[in-house]
């Protein structure tokens, strides 16, 4: 009988680690934890015109046991805070944070009494998008910055 | 017939201080003793019939040396004669209290909340005075103009 090497029968060899994490960067479930005007561009982003589930992540979930990558789109103010810490730690591991706009990045200009300044005080953050709000391009190119880092990081699973 | 602000004049001159109507905004403001009632009559009187209150807040002075220190605010619309009127009471640091206007309009309730929120203003009479927009763990009311700026009151996270 002959023998076929692995190229001819049309398989490749890979890693478990890459194969998981190619699987995982293209089946992003996202939670949108949406409180402000940022809202409105992340629903352009998710809406037909830019169609953010050419990237595989098309699907939000609204709760948050069913999500990997957790959106804070919008200011976050201090009353607010311990809701977005408890809705993260409800999350299953492996989990990400995309922090959408520059109130979730810094604070903003909302230098005052009642806002957070930064959620990376809070919760870790994996992906910054700045922009007030940012564009729809902006959002998208943070996605894909974060599927980068999905391929290379190592995940338990 | 005079401007509506003469005429709240004219009917209760003992209890108007001021009044003026600046752009067209006609503003009496009110000693605060007669207060209730005058708002009762400005809401029921069909001369008046003010239906809506359509904001109240209030404002704090210090900086502008105003004795006393805080104006609170209502601004009244009629929907019947299309006219509106602006009315101000002014109230100590010290006796920082109004009498509610809950018990004729239903929306003074989370506005007066408001103004205890941020202002440090008690409104008696009122049915449940929390505060409304800050959580109860705060303390103090930011908009006063000597609340510092920069203070900072979190409930999770580092402090300041
Ligand atoms: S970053 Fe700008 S658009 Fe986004 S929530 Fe803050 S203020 Fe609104």
């Known amino acids: 009988m002959e023998v076929k090497t692995l190229e001819q029968t049309g398989g490749f060899t890979s890693k478990l680690d890459d194969m998981v994490a190619w699987a995982r960067k293209f089946s992003i479930f996202q939670y949108p934890f949406i409180t402000a005007c940022c809202g409105m561009e992340y629903m352009s982003t998710a809406c037909s015109h830019y169609d953010v589930d050419r990237f595989g992540a098309g699907l939000p979930r609204f709760s948050p046991r069913q999500a990997d990558v957790l959106f804070v789109v919008g200011t976050i103010s201090h009353k607010l805070a311990p809701v977005l810490k408890h809705i993260y730690d409800q999350m299953a591991d492996p989990k990400w944070v995309v922090a959408f706009g520059v109130c979730t990045c810094t604070g903003g200009f909302y230098n005052n009494y009642a806002t957070v300044q930064g959620i990376d005080t809070i919760i870790p953050v994996d992906v910054y998008i700045p922009g007030c709000p940012p564009r729809p391009e902006y959002v998208l190119d943070g996605l894909m910055k974060l599927q980068e880092k999905i391929q290379i990081e190592k995940k338990a699973y | ?160």
Do not use: C
């Not at chain 2, 207060?35 to 900086?63: N, R």
């Not at chain 2, 209502?74 to 101000?88: G, I």
């Not at chain 2, 109004?98 to 018990?103: G, N, V, W």
């Not at chain 2, 009311?141 to 996270?157: A, E, F, T």
């Open chain 2, 1 to 160: 017939m005079g401007n509506l602000h003469d005429r709240v004049k004219e009917r209760w001159p003992h209890a108007v201080l001021e009044l003026h109507d600046d752009r067209g905004d006609e503003t009496v403001v009110l000693m605060r003793d007669d207060f209730t009632v005058i708002m009762k009559a400005l809401k029921e009187d069909p001369e008046f019939d003010f239906q809506m209150l359509m904001d109240l807040t209030a404002v704090d002075g210090k900086d502008l040396g105003w004795k006393p220190r805080f104006e609170v605010v209502y601004h009244l619309y009629s929907l019947s004669k299309n006219h509106r009127l602006r009315v101000k009471v002014r109230v100590n640091e010290r006796d920082a209290l109004m009498p509610t206007a809950t018990t004729l309009w239903a929306i003074a309730d989370w506005f007066e909340r408001e103004v205890w929120d941020m202002f440090g203003i008690r409104f008696e009479g009122h049915p449940d005075l929390r505060r409304i927009l800050m959580y109860d763990e705060f303390v103090g009311h930011p908009l006063r103009k000597d609340y510092p700026h920069n203070k900072r009151q979190p409930l999770i996270g580092p402090k300041n």
